[in-house]
């Protein structure tokens, strides 16, 4: 299926570490897309990643692609509290107009 | 200004009833979907409409129907509520074929059924 898989499920970490979340899928894609959700609220876009390219840099945020191996991670590097959400990969085939998406990443960054 | 806004943000409301939750986006997109997320988190795609035409139906039940009566707007109606329905409900919209374009979604609808 199109749909990404988040791992780990849950991750805490300390304030000022780095925190890196993987996600795996099995179709080809055109794009790779990573949001965030703040608990109680909607899914806000983080970063798209497209098949041709391997690495993106937003700010604090490092996502890579391997098409290879059909991954992507997200790298916060210096992380907040205010990082505190679920996050989630949602791999774009191009075959449908959707994004699927799976369970999240849960991050739990302690002050 | 709020780009994706649904209504209400809190409904509970006993089995059999019929509810209706509506959504708004002024962000000019031809494309509107409705997401359901479950308890454990995962957000699953229900409907989708571009330009008030309906492009993706996934598996859900007949009692959920939406409806848009023009680009802006996807509301979403529901018959004969069931314990099971309980879920936020998220409204979202993009431009067509999200292949470059971020998908902005609404903050939420916690339908709890009592």
């Known amino acids: 299926s199109q749909q990404g898989e988040e791992d780990p499920q849950a991750l805490s970490i300390q304030e000022g570490e780095n925190a890196t979340m993987n996600c795996s899928y099995k179709?080809?894609?055109?794009?790779l897309q990573w949001y965030r959700q703040n608990s109680g609220r909607g899914l806000v876009h983080l970063i798209l990643?497209?098949?041709?390219?391997r690495e993106k840099h937003s700010g604090r945020l490092r996502v890579t692609l391997d098409t290879s191996k059909k991954s992507s991670s997200l790298l916060i590097t210096a992380s907040r509290a205010a990082d505190t959400a679920s996050y989630f990969c949602?791999?774009?085939?191009?075959?449908?107009?959707?994004?699927?998406f799976g369970t999240g990443t849960l991050l739990a960054v302690q002050p | 200004d709020t780009a994706v806004s649904q209504t209400p943000k809190y409904l509970v409301t006993q089995m059999g009833n019929d509810k209706s939750i509506k959504c708004e986006q002024n962000l000019g997109h031809d494309t509107m979907y409705w997401y359901k997320q479950d308890s454990k988190k995962f957000l699953k795609i229900m409907f989708s409409?571009?330009?008030?035409?309906?492009?993706i139906n996934e598996t859900v039940p007949n009692r959920f129907s939406p409806k848009s009566p023009d680009k802006a707007h996807l509301n979403l109606h529901i018959n004969s509520l069931e314990l099971g329905d309980s879920a936020v409900y998220f409204c979202a919209s993009s431009h067509r074929v999200p292949s470059g374009n971020t998908i902005y979604f609404g903050e939420g609808s916690w339908l709890t059924v009592v």
């Open positions: 949602a791999p774009y085939g191009g075959a449908t107009n959707k994004l699927i």
């Open positions: 179709t080809s894609i055109n794009n």
């Open positions: 409409y571009n330009n008030k035409e309906l492009i």
């Open positions: 990643i497209r098949s041709n390219e």
